[in-house]
């Protein structure tokens, strides 16, 4: 084997001749004992670019100058590696190697005041976004949506480093993402967000695949599939997964919404009537015997419209609070999300979710809020512990045919409990293999009002979800969200003044 440890080290520095250049590739692309010299070399560059400074900023430091105690080459770089032989592809004699392209941007400000048109290609080294978001597709085929303010670094076609703010990577093949305090390695194809906070913690939520959590300091690993997310600070805990903590599609002109495949809606109903049920009704997803009157029909966006929808109502006597919903979904009634296993989105494999408050003297709009979405909760921040305002969770596991409900409390989701007593649901699949109709019965005394239940002339809280997901049932793919508060902005799952008016009649 001929010895590339020169050529590949003039490649890192950007000393590289032409002529060296044409040699270089002609040995990868024969040699595979060469190309592993050669992904070790670069390799340990770019992890030493970004410990010490941003590629192409900084003279390189020489592998002599690094104490011994801090020079270690990861070896997740070093399994997902492959990619960095997309750069010297890439690489053109007498410039230095492009290692992505600018794909997309939306109301992007960057910190040099540049504005990159899409085609634009990337070069290693720090790009920082005061504003805005921008796509960056990566020479492994990693596809990176970054929203600002964040600084990231791009350390090759197969990595790059987050050292502030928020980016979601979508990719098929190996790409390795880094943060002051994480190491995210895949497993197949994937889609994960990750967060730096402020102070340095990281957030990871992942939407789709399975992915590797490395914490860094104590090289703590914590495998995570979909629907589920964790921060790592001093340790790696479980935090909520909440499908809407970042942005993953661009708009782009042929889906001005930015919602990309993903089915998203507008809401378009600010209220619900919740009708009286004036004889007992049949939990059988059977609507027959419901009045309809108060059903709202909500859809999402085209193309989407005409199998992802729903039509729903609610109706209540003195004992319990009656929900339905019909639903179009491609997939209905798949969910593989067990009841049995403790995780924070029951509904990632498709179902329901309602927002609701009993609460009589708060009534309509509500004040509470919950803890903030981009930073670790500090001593001085206050989440609302209301026990009269529920999340509502109600979906249909297949293996075991039961119809589930998860009820959590209060703007903390405190109390979290999984099939309790006092509740009946019934689900039925439409004749077409195309949609579902789910019908439950929900006890006041679940839902906190036993002693004080809503009555005719209230006006309360409600917001409804409607969960999706792909054809195995475990894959989260998107939301509609309605009955809202149109004058209020921010997350329901965060601020309960943007749910929408339930009013009995």
Same mark, same amino acid.
């Given at each position: 084997?001929?010895?590339?440890?020169?050529?590949?080290?003039?490649?890192?520095?950007?000393?590289?001749?032409?002529?060296?250049?044409?040699?270089?590739?002609?040995?990868?692309?024969?040699?595979?004992?060469?190309?592993?010299?050669?992904?070790?070399?670069?390799?340990?560059?770019?992890?030493?670019?970004?410990?010490?400074?941003?590629?192409?900023?900084?003279?390189?430091?020489?592998?002599?100058?690094?104490?011994?105690?801090?020079?270690?080459?990861?070896?997740?770089? !070093?399994?997902?590696?492959? /990619? $960095?032989? =997309? @750069?010297?592809?890439?690489?053109?004699?007498?410039?230095? &190697?492009?290692?992505? +392209?600018?794909?997309?941007?939306?109301?992007?400000?960057?910190?040099?005041?540049?504005?990159?048109?899409?085609?634009?290609?990337?070069?290693?080294?720090?790009?920082?976004?005061?504003?805005?978001?921008?796509?960056?597709?990566?020479?492994?085929?990693?596809?990176?949506?970054?929203?600002?303010?964040?600084?990231?670094?791009?350390?090759?076609?197969?990595?790059?480093?987050?050292?502030?703010?928020?980016?979601?990577?979508?990719?098929?093949?190996?790409?390795?993402?880094?943060?002051?305090?994480?190491?995210?390695?895949?497993?197949?194809?994937?889609?994960?967000?990750?967060?730096?906070?402020?102070?340095?913690?990281?957030?990871?939520?992942?939407?789709?695949?399975?992915?590797?959590?490395?914490?860094?300091?104590?090289?703590?690993?914590?495998? !995570?599939?979909?629907?589920? /997310? $964790?921060? =790592? @600070?001093?340790?790696?805990?479980?935090?909520?997964?909440? &499908?809407?903590?970042? +942005?993953?599609?661009?708009?782009?002109?042929?889906?001005?919404?930015?919602?990309?495949?993903?089915?998203?809606?507008?809401?378009?109903?600010?209220?619900?009537?919740?009708?009286?049920?004036?004889?007992?009704?049949?939990?059988?997803?059977?609507?027959?015997?419901?009045?309809?009157?108060?059903?709202?029909?909500?859809?999402?966006?085209?193309?989407?419209?005409?199998?992802?929808?729903?039509?729903?109502?609610?109706?209540?006597?003195?004992?319990?609070?009656?929900?339905?919903?019909?639903?179009?979904?491609?997939?209905?009634?798949?969910?593989?999300?067990?009841?049995?296993?403790?995780?924070?989105?029951?509904?990632?494999?498709?179902?329901?979710?309602?927002?609701?408050?009993?609460?009589?003297?708060?009534?309509?709009?509500?004040?509470?809020?919950?803890?903030?979405?981009?930073?670790?909760?500090?001593?001085?921040?206050?989440?609302?512990?209301?026990?009269?305002?529920?999340?509502?969770?109600?979906?249909?596991?297949?293996?075991?045919?039961?119809?589930?409900?998860?009820?959590?409390?209060?703007?903390?989701?405190?109390?979290?409990?999984?099939?309790?007593?006092?509740?009946?649901?019934?689900?039925?699949?439409?004749?077409?293999?195309?949609?579902?109709?789910?019908?439950?019965?929900?006890?006041?005394?679940?839902?906190?009002?036993?002693?004080?239940?809503?009555?005719?002339?209230?006006?309360?809280?409600?917001?409804?979800?409607?969960?999706?997901?792909?054809?195995?049932?475990?894959?989260?793919?998107?939301?509609?969200?309605?009955?809202?508060?149109?004058?209020?902005?921010?997350?329901?799952?965060?601020?309960?003044?943007?749910?929408?008016?339930?009013?009995?009649?």
């Amino acid at each position: 084997m001929t010895d590339i440890r020169p050529l590949a080290q003039a490649y890192c520095d950007g000393t590289l001749s032409p002529a060296d250049a044409e040699r270089l590739n002609a040995i990868l692309r024969d040699d595979p004992a060469a190309q592993r010299v050669f992904l070790e070399v670069t390799a340990v560059h770019a992890r030493l670019q970004s410990e010490y400074g941003p590629a192409g900023g900084v003279d390189p430091i020489p592998v002599r100058a690094v104490p011994r105690s801090r020079f270690r080459v990861p070896r997740s770089v !070093l399994a997902l590696a492959a /990619a $960095v032989l =997309v @750069a010297v592809v890439l690489f053109r004699p007498g410039s230095p &190697p492009s290692v992505a +392209v600018l794909t997309n941007s939306s109301g992007a400000k960057w910190t040099n005041g540049s504005a990159p048109a899409p085609g634009t290609p990337l070069y290693p080294g720090r790009v920082k976004l005061d504003a805005g978001v921008a796509e960056i597709a990566f020479g492994s085929g990693a596809v990176a949506v970054v929203e600002g303010p964040a600084e990231i670094e791009l350390v090759s076609a197969g990595g790059a480093f987050l050292h502030a703010g928020q980016a979601v990577v979508r990719a098929t093949a190996a790409f390795a993402m880094e943060t002051p305090t994480l190491h995210v390695a895949d497993r197949g194809g994937y889609e994960y967000g990750v967060l730096v906070e402020p102070s340095g913690d990281t957030v990871l939520q992942v939407y789709d695949g399975e992915v590797v959590a490395t914490r860094k300091e104590s090289g703590d690993s914590r495998e !995570l599939d979909g629907g589920r /997310a $964790v921060r =790592v @600070a001093g340790s790696v805990e479980p935090v909520p997964f909440w &499908p809407e903590r970042f +942005v993953r599609v661009l708009p782009s002109k042929d889906d001005p919404t930015g919602r990309g495949t993903q089915p998203y809606n507008r809401a378009a109903f600010e209220s619900v009537d919740v009708l009286p049920a004036r004889t007992p009704l049949r939990i059988d997803a059977d609507l027959s015997d419901w009045n309809l009157a108060g059903r709202f029909h909500a859809a999402c966006e085209p193309p989407y419209g005409d199998n992802h929808s729903v039509e729903a109502a609610m109706m209540y006597d003195a004992d319990n609070l009656y929900v339905s919903d019909h639903v179009r979904d491609p997939f209905p009634m798949r969910s593989q999300i067990s009841p049995r296993e403790k995780r924070e989105l029951y509904g990632g494999g498709g179902g329901v979710a309602l927002r609701i408050s009993t609460d009589r003297r708060a009534g309509w709009p509500l004040t509470a809020e919950g803890l903030p979405l981009t930073r670790k909760p500090r001593s001085t921040d206050r989440a609302d512990t209301n026990d009269k305002l529920a999340f509502l969770m109600l979906w249909f596991h297949r293996p075991s045919e039961e119809s589930c409900l998860q009820i959590r409390y209060g703007m903390d989701f405190h109390g979290g409990v999984v099939n309790p007593s006092g509740y009946r649901g019934a689900f039925r699949a439409d004749p077409d293999g195309l949609g579902y109709t789910l019908e439950y019965a929900i006890s006041w005394e679940l839902l906190h009002a036993a002693a004080d239940p809503p009555r005719a002339g209230d006006v309360l809280a409600a917001s409804w979800l409607v969960h999706w997901a792909d054809a195995t049932g475990k894959v989260w793919k998107g939301q509609l969200i309605d009955v809202t508060n149109p004058r209020e902005t921010g997350w329901n799952f965060q601020r309960a003044a943007t749910w929408g008016r339930a009013v009995y009649r």
